[in-house]
């Protein structure tokens, strides 16, 4: 039986920073900057994070497939919100699914995106039900350096499985080589990164044509037959330098989303499949490499039931739904590189009761309320008693999820007075379209963007506010509108 990917998502953040106003900032310093200032990246907002876009990657490739058969959750990054937490656990449960399964971090490399998926579909080899294999970052860059030109924030999902795959595992081959090109210490926040010249031609150059060799005579595959070769790099022309070397078309180098996203870190050769799937057809062979410390070569062929794999968004989708920023300070508060005095309304001591949060868990990372058995009234959050004034039976209420229903605007509020890390606060009264009221925060309100009574909301997993004493985070559901780039999901 075949072992593929049985079906894929992805996720960009919203908010797009213009690259030219980086360099606004930082040419008076180093003027050889002004030659990365084209284009723009992604730009996650103040409560994303890693977990939270991982989530909603992991919802566009689930959509409406059944959750209860999966049997593991493996995610990886460089820059999980916890060090000693386990992050995919996070994300199981904010999908709702079962206690009974395996969660995994990978971390540590550039090539931990690609490490996490050849483990899932090596363990899928043995059998068993599908694996969620999510992959996201969000990484911190120093101000002034080309990497904070050329990364990105963005997240990529995967089924993992046997049977009706949309593309078969052809083969895997790794070469682990310690061959440091760049470096995060132990309690550092940046990369520490080598001479780009040398690591390209000693590193790309050399380690990675070597993987993608092995993998080809191991299959036995030409490389004349491959239709897409994803490498995720920002260098320009390593990717087509390596295709040529390895008689690969120079028409399968894929493009690396430099222009409108980003290099997403140990996400992005992830990224950048679940950007080819999105324009496949069946017979393609996709080859994906990644660098770090070492090279995964993988290649998948494209399946017919691509064809019958409902429609997603996509990274193209997301890509899609953007917004140009040009505020440069905006995105240093984002991603806390700068010092900022947040006023005396921040200062509230935000530390959780872990106790209070595990006997709340379903309802605060799951969105799970309640429906009546009786009468059928959905209700957030679920009570012992039922609201309906004509029922108000007690001990009725299921288990009820809303973290995929539609919802409307009943009311609203931009507030300037409360503090809020991207004022002004939008939040309101959101009414289920199944029944079920909310009072809730809004987030991804555009400064252009009009917030309408009756506009419709659907509800992302984000960060509900940080402790920073204690460097612990909550999570929960925010409502954020569905414009024209977000119908269809």
């Given amino acids: 039986m075949d072992v593929g990917l049985l079906a894929y998502g992805g996720y960009i953040p919203q908010s797009r920073l213009q690259r030219s106003e980086i360099a606004k900032a930082h040419t008076w310093f180093n003027p050889g900057?002004?030659?990365?200032?084209?284009?723009?990246?992604?730009?996650?907002?103040?409560?994303?994070?890693?977990?939270?876009?991982?989530?909603?990657?992991?919802?566009?490739?689930?959509?409406?497939?059944?959750?209860?058969?999966?049997?593991?959750?493996?995610?990886?990054?460089?820059?999980?919100?916890?060090?000693?937490?386990?992050?995919?656990?996070?994300?199981a449960d904010a999908l709702n699914l079962k206690s009974g399964l395996q969660t995994i971090d990978f971390a540590s490399s550039q090539r931990a995106g690609s490490a996490g998926l050849s483990v899932a579909l090596q363990v899928a080899k043995g059998g068993g039900n599908p694996i969620l294999y999510t992959t996201a970052e969000k990484r911190q860059t120093k101000a002034a350096s080309p990497l904070e030109f050329t990364s990105g924030d963005g997240a990529a999902a995967f089924l993992v499985g046997q049977g009706k795959v949309i593309a078969k595992l052809i083969g895997n081959h790794t070469e682990a080589v310690d061959f440091v090109d760049h470096f995060r210490g132990e309690g550092q926040s940046y990369d520490y990164n080598w001479e780009e010249r040398w690591v390209r031609d000693e590193g790309y150059m050399k380690i990675v044509p070597a993987a993608i060799s092995a993998l080809l005579e191991q299959t036995g595959v030409d490389a004349s037959t491959i239709s897409t070769f994803c490498f995720p790099v920002a260098a320009r022309n390593v990717a087509g330098g390596i295709a040529k070397k390895m008689g690969l078309p120079e028409s399968s180098v894929a493009d690396n989303l430099q222009s409108n996203c980003g290099e997403t870190g140990t996400a992005h050769s992830m990224?950048?499949?679940?950007?080819?799937?999105?324009?496949?057809?069946?017979?393609?062979?996709?080859?994906?490499?990644?660098?770090?410390?070492?090279?995964?070569?993988?290649?998948?062929?494209?399946?017919?039931?691509?064809?019958?794999?409902?429609?997603?968004?996509?990274?193209?989708?997301?890509?899609?739904?953007?917004?140009?920023?040009?505020?440069?300070?905006?995105?240093?508060?984002f991603h806390n590189l700068v010092n900022l005095e947040r006023g005396i309304r921040a200062e509230t001591d935000k530390k959780t009761g872990l106790t209070t949060l595990y006997r709340n868990k379903s309802m605060a990372q799951g969105m799970i309320g309640g429906k009546c058995s009786q009468c059928g009234t959905a209700q957030f959050p679920k009570s012992n008693m039922c609201v309906n004034e004509n029922c108000g039976a007690v001990g009725t209420q299921e288990d009820y999820p809303f973290a995929d229903r539609v919802a409307k605007v009943n009311s609203f509020t931009a507030d300037r007075l409360t503090y809020s890390p991207d004022p002004p606060a939008y939040y309101g009264m959101i009414q289920f379209e199944e029944g079920g009221r909310l009072m809730s925060d809004f987030t991804d309100i555009a400064p252009d963007a009009e917030v309408e009574v009756g506009m419709t909301m659907r509800m992302m997993f984000r960060i509900k506010d940080y402790d920073d004493k204690r460097g612990f985070r909550r999570y929960f559901w925010k409502a954020t509108p569905v414009d024209a780039a977000n119908k269809g999901e």
């Fill in 271 to 333: 990224v950048m499949l679940a950007h080819a799937l999105e324009q496949s057809s069946p017979g393609d062979k996709i080859l994906v490499a990644s660098f770090g410390q070492g090279c995964d070569a993988l290649l998948f062929e494209v399946t017919d039931e691509i064809k019958s794999l409902p429609a997603r968004k996509g990274i193209s989708g997301y890509l899609a739904r953007r917004h140009a920023e040009t505020n440069y300070n905006k995105f240093l508060a």
């Fill in 33 to 91: 900057l002004g030659g990365l200032a084209k284009g723009e990246r992604a730009m996650a907002n103040w409560d994303e994070d890693s977990v939270t876009m991982a989530v909603e990657a992991a919802r566009d490739c689930l959509g409406d497939l059944d959750r209860d058969g999966i049997s593991a959750v493996y995610m990886a990054s460089t820059s999980f919100p916890f060090e000693d937490r386990q992050n995919a656990g996070i994300v």
